[in-house]
């Protein structure tokens, strides 16, 4: 396979990461996923994009085997309330598709929140801009190309 624009992301900035596919394994669930790589479904996150009452947008990094708490998250934003992007919105505003979507090389700087649990890992699995594929990261290695915040935004 060749690299995604994720992964040549983060070679250019001499990012360390380990590649992962669950392409062949028919997979579709976040969980099913973790499974088909083997992994603890605590530490391979789903990116969720979601919208503001105030319309802005936000990143959100949650382990799949946990749910968004959209109150607590809305609350850590000030916001009302905030609600899942629609999908036909998804690739114009990230350039990615659903299930394909990283919070690394979006269109544009959205701010990005990560669950606590990821600090449970010395590494995380993340999306690498298609579906199938993650890459595995360190979060001090994340840091280098994404900001971000972590905070307890999970039920």
């Known amino acids: 396979m060749d690299k995604t624009n994720v992964m040549r992301f983060l070679d ?15 997979a ?16 391979v996150f789903k990116t969720l994009v979601m919208r503001g009452t105030s319309k802005k ?9 946990h749910k968004l708490d959209q109150k607590k998250a809305a609350s850590y934003l000030d916001e009302k309330a905030i609600e899942m992007v629609k999908g036909k919105e998804l ?3 990230t350039g990615y598709v659903h299930g394909g979507c ?6 544009k700087k959205f701010r990005t929140i990560i669950d606590i649990g990821s600090q449970n890992y010395e590494t995380i699995l993340i999306n690498a801009g298609m579906v199938g594929y993650m890459v ?20």
């Open 91 to 93: 690739q114009p505003l």
């Open 28 to 43: 579709v669930s976040g969980t099913d996923a973790a499974a088909a790589l083997g992994q603890e479904p605590g530490k």
């Open 102 to 107: 990283s919070p690394l090389k979006m269109r």
């Open 136 to 155: 595995e990261v360190t979060l001090e290695n994340l840091k280098k190309v994404l900001e971000f915040e972590v905070a307890d935004i999970v039920d």
């Open 57 to 65: 947008i936000y990143v959100f990094l949650i382990s799949v085997n």
């Open 12 to 26: 250019r900035n001499s990012i360390r990461y380990g590649y992962h596919s669950y392409a062949e394994s028919g």
